[in-house]
């Protein structure tokens, strides 16, 4: 158990739809960082904030946002589902910015 | 820009043979460099990283890695591979920056190992 939570597992949805993913990071760690894994694109970084502040953004689509509370839990929103958005969306957290990433189970999207 | 390959999509190992992953990365200065597994189902798991200093580093459950900077690489290696060793592994390199005002990594494709009892 990495300590990094993420909810929930699984989600099932239908095409235009919008849907939000949820992080909890380990306890103490101010940085989270989203992954995308699909067959075709592998694992793909989306997006990182770090103590409530965007850090770095990756191949994050218009379609997609993020956020990150004061508490440092972060919300990943997807709207205007595809079908290609169909994929395993994993957050991530370290303390800081150079430091070793904790991966959550993920959360398994499937758009139909 | 940077960019990690794993030439090596499926690896088949019997169980006991020693196992060599490879892993080569494209990156200007001193990579910060790095080996995951994910088991099915499962988030992934830092087995080890190397960031500066001995380029041989050893990680978790008895795997071991060695930087070279002349080949641009970072194999991962074990002795002696396991049946619970069966996962995919992903190696990774810090993006620019990394350490500095981000730390998001760029992975490789991941290379499967399949082990034969």
């Known amino acids: 158990d990495s300590g990094v939570t993420q909810t929930p597992k699984h989600l099932i949805t239908a095409t235009g739809q919008r849907v939000t993913l949820r992080c909890s990071p380990r306890?103490?760690?101010?940085?989270v960082y989203w992954y995308q894994q699909s067959l075709d694109q592998g694992l793909q970084f989306l997006i990182q904030?770090?103590?409530?502040?965007?850090?770095a953004k990756g191949n994050i689509l218009e379609r997609f946002s993020a956020q990150q509370f004061p508490d440092l839990h972060s919300e990943l929103n997807l709207s205007s589902l595809e079908l290609g958005d169909s994929a395993l969306y994993f957050c991530?957290?370290?303390?800081?910015?150079?430091?070793?990433?904790?991966f959550g189970p993920g959360t398994r999207l499937t758009v139909l | 820009a940077q960019s990690v390959t794993q030439p090596d999509i499926h690896i088949t190992v019997s169980e006991g043979a020693s196992l060599e992953l490879r892993c080569n990365y494209s990156?200007?200065?001193?990579?910060?460099l790095f080996w995951y597994v994910q088991s099915p189902g499962q988030g992934l798991q830092l087995l080890l990283k190397?960031?500066?200093?001995?380029?041989l580093v050893q990680g978790i459950k008895g795997f071991e890695a060695e930087f070279k900077r002349s080949q641009s690489s970072f194999n991962l290696r074990k002795p002696s591979v396991h049946w619970s060793d069966a996962a995919e592994y992903f190696c990774?390199?810090?993006?620019?920056?990394?350490?500095?005002?981000?730390?998001?990594?760029?992975f490789g494709k991941g290379t499967k190992l399949s082990v034969k009892p």
């Open positions: 991530a957290s370290s303390s800081g910015t150079g430091d070793t990433q904790y």
């Open positions: 306890s103490g760690d101010l940085s």
């Open positions: 904030y770090y103590n409530g502040e965007e850090r």
């Open positions: 990156y200007g200065a001193t990579p910060y």
């Open positions: 190397y960031f500066s200093g001995d380029t």
């Open positions: 990774a390199v810090g993006a620019l920056n990394y350490g500095g005002s981000q730390g998001n990594l760029i």
